[in-house]
């Protein structure tokens, strides 16, 4: 046990010279150390939900709120404890249960000497005692738990506590303290979810992650006024605490619907999608399906996060008239696995010996980055040779699709038929190729949506009339 500690605690130390080489923000305060405090020095939940009732309903259910108890974590540290012999237990801990690690309960990595409080992963008091950072990455926070409880407002009272403005709050930096993960040992940047926000052109403008993730808009800010607690002044903003990403999948182990399905629409809320295909096309003609993806809504890559596990790819279906497939890519096969998919949008991490492996711990390289950068287009082709006898019209159905880990992945942690990894749409477009001998007037298919827009054009127009005179 001392051995292990001793261990632990020098692998840390290399942590924190990394996490200061790496990260490029001033230094403040000192982080806080493994076990500098006690759980009982943190408050429950269930006392700051008595005036932050809607808050506390935001922030339930969150992946925020399963950060220790999801199942997929919980099996994945027991790997990367098993293949670290356990030096990387209180790096992995230190963001997924914080408190855990600053009241020393982690390690041992299996829970037994954790409090019921450690479990609640990242929670109120464990946010609103930050008190400071050393920069981002690897968890540089510094905590002071207690009766002051920090936040955004320069001017808040409560009744209950003492109540302190710390700008930190209000920027991507403090967010950064975690969603930038680099490998403790060799330095590998294994989610670079801060860097690449700063980057970018959201960076620059410096539209920051609480504008996305904690307001009502989901790809720019957008207020949500109302009030902070019971008593407290309207304000002209409150930042809402259900804080999603793409994750519809362990919410739902968790009986939180409602998250799965914003997470659902924040990723239909991430891409543009064009799509050409020839209007027309004749028995061995080679057909070119052309897809351009914009990442036009996220401040980072897509995926971003464990982007090694995540899978973000294109499935083409097209079918004639009678439903015969005549071509397909990025279907799923009887294991749920991806079947011929051109490619799959995320990055591929590689282990000392250069070969592929999604146990980000083990990684040392990086040897494909193929996500999609905020703002960036990319564009994929599938090309095919009509066959004869087809029946015309062909339709072209192109959907962009997410998934939080491939199901191999999860079947190999679980078991098989365990959980099925939802696979969810972000983008659609249908086409249809026509048969040359159609005369163009009667090729009305060739642009779904168009009539509808048409209409609606129309009753612009006339309404435009109408209020004129
Ligand atoms: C992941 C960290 C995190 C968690 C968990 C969290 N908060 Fe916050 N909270 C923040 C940040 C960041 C802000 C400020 C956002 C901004 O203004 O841009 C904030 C703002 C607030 C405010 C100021 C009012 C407002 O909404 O703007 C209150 C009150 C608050 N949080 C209470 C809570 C309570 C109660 C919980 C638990 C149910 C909680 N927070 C959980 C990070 C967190
Ligand atoms: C007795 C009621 C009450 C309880 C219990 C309570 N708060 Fe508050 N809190 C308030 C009120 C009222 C405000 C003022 C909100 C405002 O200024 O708009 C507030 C403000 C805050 C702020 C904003 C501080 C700032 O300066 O930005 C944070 C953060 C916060 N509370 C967190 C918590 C946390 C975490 C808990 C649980 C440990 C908690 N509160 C428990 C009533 C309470
Ligand atoms: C103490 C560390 C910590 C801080 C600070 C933190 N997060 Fe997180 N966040 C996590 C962890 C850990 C998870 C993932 C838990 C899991 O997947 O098991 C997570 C999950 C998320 C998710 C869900 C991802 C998905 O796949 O759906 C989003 C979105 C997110 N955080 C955004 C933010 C934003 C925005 C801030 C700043 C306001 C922030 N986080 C601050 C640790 C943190
Ligand atoms: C311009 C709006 C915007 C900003 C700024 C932004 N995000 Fe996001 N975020 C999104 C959208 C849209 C998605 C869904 C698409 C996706 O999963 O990448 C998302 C997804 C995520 C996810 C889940 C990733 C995945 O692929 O499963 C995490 C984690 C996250 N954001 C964290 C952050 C953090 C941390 C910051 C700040 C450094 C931030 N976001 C800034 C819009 C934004
Ligand atoms: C510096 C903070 C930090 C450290 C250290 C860290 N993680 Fe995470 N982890 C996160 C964040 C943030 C997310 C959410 C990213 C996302 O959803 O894309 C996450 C997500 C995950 C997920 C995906 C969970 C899901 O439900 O999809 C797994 C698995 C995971 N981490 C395991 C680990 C393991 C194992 C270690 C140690 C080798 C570790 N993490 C170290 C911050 C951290």
Same mark, same amino acid.
């Given at each position: ?18 996490? &200061?080489?790496? &990260?490029?923000? /001033? ?10 405090? &006690?759980?009982?020095? #943190?408050?429950?939940? !269930? ?34 404890? $098993? ?24 390690? +041992?990595?299996?829970? !037994? ?15 609103? @005692? @930050? ?21 955004? #407002?320069?001017? !808040? ?28 040992? =060799? ?8 860097? *690449? ?13 609480? $504008? ?8 720019? #800010?957008?207020?949500?006024?109302? %009030? ?78 464990? *982007?090694?596990?995540?899978? @973000? ?38 282990? &000392?010996?250069? =070969?592929?492996?999604? *146990? ?10 193929? %996500? ?11 090309? #095919? ?19 939080? /880990? ?22 659609? @477009? ?5 048969? +040359? /001998? ?17 209409? !609606? ?10 209020? %004129?005179?």
């Amino acid at each position: 046990m001392r051995g292990r500690l001793a261990r632990s605690s020098l692998f840390f130390m290399a942590a924190i010279v990394l996490v &200061s080489l790496f &990260s490029g923000f /001033a230094v403040a305060t000192e982080a806080t150390q493994f076990g500098e405090y &006690s759980a009982d020095d #943190f408050t429950y939940e !269930s006392r700051c939900r008595q005036c932050h009732a809607i808050i506390y309903a935001d922030w339930e259910g969150t992946m925020h709120f399963n950060a220790y108890l999801d199942p997929f974590y919980l099996e994945e540290v027991k790997v990367a404890s $098993d293949d670290t012999d356990g030096l990387i237990d209180e790096f992995c801990s230190r963001c997924h249960t914080p408190i855990g690690v600053v009241s020393g309960e982690i390690p +041992p990595i299996d829970g !037994s000497e954790m409090s019921d409080i450690s479990k609640l992963g990242v929670q109120c008091d464990f946010c609103h @005692v @930050v008190s400071g950072s050393d920069g981002t990455g690897n968890a540089p926070f510094t905590v002071t738990p207690g009766d002051t409880k920090w936040g955004p #407002f320069d001017d !808040s009272k409560s009744a209950y506590h003492e109540s302190e403005y710390l700008e930190l709050y209000t920027q991507s930096e403090y967010c950064g303290m975690c969603h930038q993960v680099i490998h403790p040992v =060799n330095g590998l940047v294994i989610d670079d979810t801060y860097s *690449s926000w700063k980057e970018s052109q959201y960076g620059e403008d410096n539209i920051v992650c609480q $504008d996305c993730h904690m307001t009502e808009g989901i790809t720019e #800010f957008e207020a949500n006024p109302g %009030r902070a607690g019971s008593g407290a002044p309207k304000r002209d903003h409150i930042s809402s605490h259900d804080i999603v990403g793409g994750n519809a999948f362990i919410p739902v182990m968790f009986g939180a619907e409602n998250i799965a399905d914003m997470a659902v629409e924040r990723l239909q809320k991430a891409t543009t999608m064009e799509v050409t295909t020839p209007e027309i096309a004749s028995a061995g003609d080679k057909v070119t399906i052309k897809a351009t993806i914009t990442n036009s809504g996220a401040g980072h890559n897509i995926p971003t996060g464990v *982007s090694e596990i995540r899978q @973000v790819w294109l499935e083409v279906n097209v079918t004639d008239a009678t439903g015969n497939v005549i071509y397909s890519a990025g279907t799923l096969d009887i294991y749920g696995n991806i079947d011929g998919a051109k490619l799959i949008y995320n990055n591929i991490l590689g282990d &000392s010996e250069g =070969n592929a492996t999604d *146990s980000f711990w083990l990684a040392d390289r990086v040897l494909e980055d193929n %996500r999609i950068g905020p703002k960036e287009t990319v564009t994929e082709e599938h090309t #095919f040779t009509l066959p004869g006898n087809v029946v015309y019209p062909l339709t072209v159905q192109t959907n962009l699709n997410y998934r939080s /880990a491939p199901q191999y992945t999860i079947d190999h942690l679980f078991g098989e038929e365990m959980y099925e990894v939802p696979v969810i749409n972000m983008n659609q @477009v249908s086409s249809t190729i026509y048969d +040359p /001998a159609t005369p163009p007037e009667e090729r009305t298919e060739s642009t779904p949506g168009f009539s509808i827009f048409a209409a !609606s054009m129309a009753f612009v127009l006339i309404m435009h009339i109408f209020y %004129r005179k």
